[in-house]
């Protein structure tokens, strides 16, 4: 199986901040990663698949990027409205999820 | 525009059994790979199964096998979820979502194993 190994678990910034959440794979998964933003009592939301594409209607603050197995979530302005938890996913062999980032403002 | 909406939820005590269900609106249905997610209070997501958009392929979370069942009727443009022999630890919001990047959720189902 393969094991996704996301950080920080939590993270506390300001508006206007850069912010990067990071996610490693065990194994070598190519570019099939996926971001998800899941709010409070809401069902997650993609964000990014493919490592680097937005999905469409995403506001371009956010970003994806790799490196081997190393993934990269940022957010390149923060905004009151990004204060969520983010996951990220595997999915060339089964699925697996990391174990999430809790993303408060300061 | 997209729709997926779980139902079926609800408590079950151990032991028990329950489909869930997940009815797929505003797309082709029978074009797409279909997913389980569930997530239990205050945890984050976990994976279950996914089935291919013919419903011949299917996958499951090795620790689920032999108890949850996925299945489709395209036809019906619904995604099912059977599940067995249930346990406290299963209780959890069930979620069905669309595709391998899993690019649309439903609202989710509550299920709670309890006696």
């Known amino acids: 199986d393969i094991q996704m190994t996301q950080s920080p678990s939590t993270l506390s910034a300001s508006v206007g901040d850069r912010v990067t959440i990071t996610c490693r794979a065990s194994?070598?998964?190519?570019?099939?990663l996926a971001w998800y933003q899941q709010r409070p009592g809401k069902a997650p939301n993609l964000l990014i698949y493919?490592?680097?594409i937005l999905k469409s209607g995403v506001p371009s603050r956010f970003s994806g990027s790799q490196s081997g197995t190393e993934f990269s979530l940022t957010i390149s302005s923060l905004q009151p409205d990004d204060s969520a938890t983010y996951y990220c996913?595997?999915?060339?062999?089964?699925?697996?999820f990391g174990q999430g980032t809790k993303l408060e403002m300061k | 525009q997209v729709q997926l909406v779980e139902s079926g939820g609800g408590l079950v005590k151990p032991g028990g059994s329950l489909r869930l269900s997940c009815a797929a609106s505003?797309?082709?249905?029978?074009?797409?790979?279909m997913s389980w997610i569930r997530q239990a209070p205050g945890k984050g997501l976990e994976w279950i199964s996914y089935?291919?958009?013919?419903?011949?392929?299917?996958d499951y979370a090795d620790s689920l096998k032999g108890r949850f069942t996925i299945s489709r009727d395209n036809a019906r443009k619904l995604l099912y979820l059977e599940m067995n022999s249930l346990r406290a630890e299963d209780t959890a919001v069930y979620y069905c979502?669309?595709?391998?990047?899993?690019?649309?959720w439903g609202q989710g189902t509550l299920v709670t194993v309890s006696s």
């Open positions: 979502a669309r595709d391998r990047e899993l690019d649309f």
């Open positions: 505003g797309f082709t249905f029978s074009d797409h790979y």
């Open positions: 089935i291919s958009n013919s419903g011949y392929s299917t």
């Open positions: 194994q070598n998964i190519n570019s099939w």
């Open positions: 493919k490592a680097s």
């Open positions: 996913q595997q999915y060339k062999s089964d699925y697996s």
